[in-house]
């Protein structure tokens, strides 16, 4: 008990980010505006840990995350995405803006790194940042490709997890790899329910809409 109790003590930082963050992407799934403030707790958490590794985007990144909690938190909360059986498709038109804004940020954060700072994985972390930060804004605006973006970011970060010895990081990564694709999978179940037409004569299905707005 004394070695459990020490390794506790010595990686508390670790654990606690894996719980608040497992806690945090599985109410995110299910679409519960609890999300947002175990959220930022999970932030603060993570900016300690991260600092102290030298994952300096990715502390920066739990910092900008603060604001995209408080921004996430209102939209659940005051905006369209306030009813819980919400869900939307990136629009087209959207979608080379936000590839250009998670290349360009990526440029800019791999530049900053590598001219500024010591890290070993300047790329990797600058991309990883930068993609989650579009993953953060679909998810704020309950766009399902949110999922598809976490999970590649996932994947990616625990590889840099294990680089940099945070295991049980990686591990939390895997998890959150798994609560992914159940969260892409449960609002594709939603999307398709909201998708189905009200009127049995339609030769197509009408587009889905917030039920809130429904007469």
């Known amino acids: 008990m004394d070695d459990v109790a020490n390794w506790m003590m010595q990686h508390w930082t670790e654990v606690l980010g894996f719980a608040t963050g497992a806690a945090c992407v599985l109410l995110a799934a299910r679409r519960n505006v609890w999300t947002y403030p175990l959220g930022i707790a999970n932030n603060l958490v993570f900016i300690a840990l991260f600092f102290g590794t030298g994952l300096y985007a990715a502390a920066g990144l739990q910092i900008?995350?603060?604001?995209?909690?408080?921004?996430?938190?209102?939209?659940?909360?005051?905006?369209?995405?306030?009813?819980?059986?919400?869900?939307?498709?990136?629009?087209?038109?959207?979608?080379?803006?936000?590839?250009?804004?998670?290349?360009?940020?990526?440029?800019?954060?791999?530049?900053?790194?590598?001219?500024?700072?010591?890290?070993?994985?300047?790329?990797?972390?600058?991309?990883?940042?930068?993609?989650?930060?579009?993953?953060?804004?679909?998810?704020?605006?309950?766009?399902?490709?949110?999922?598809?973006?976490?999970?590649?970011?996932?994947?990616?970060?625990?590889?840099?997890?294990?680089?940099?010895?945070l295991w049980i990081t990686a591990a939390l990564y895997v998890l959150f790899i798994g609560l992914c694709v159940g969260g892409w999978r449960g609002w594709r179940k939603i999307e398709r329910e909201q998708g189905v037409s009200r009127h049995p004569d339609a030769s197509e299905p009408t587009p889905h809409e917030p039920a809130g707005l429904r007469g």
């Open 64 to 165: 900008v995350y603060l604001a995209f909690g408080v921004h996430g938190w209102w939209r659940w909360t005051r905006g369209e995405e306030h009813d819980r059986l919400f869900v939307a498709r990136t629009p087209r038109r959207a979608v080379p803006w936000l590839v250009g804004a998670g290349v360009a940020g990526t440029a800019l954060l791999w530049w900053v790194l590598a001219t500024f700072t010591d890290s070993q994985v300047a790329l990797a972390d600058a991309a990883t940042t930068s993609a989650s930060l579009v993953a953060q804004y679909l998810l704020n605006r309950k766009r399902i490709e949110n999922w598809l973006v976490w999970i590649g970011v996932d994947i990616v970060f625990v590889g840099l997890a294990l680089w940099t010895g």
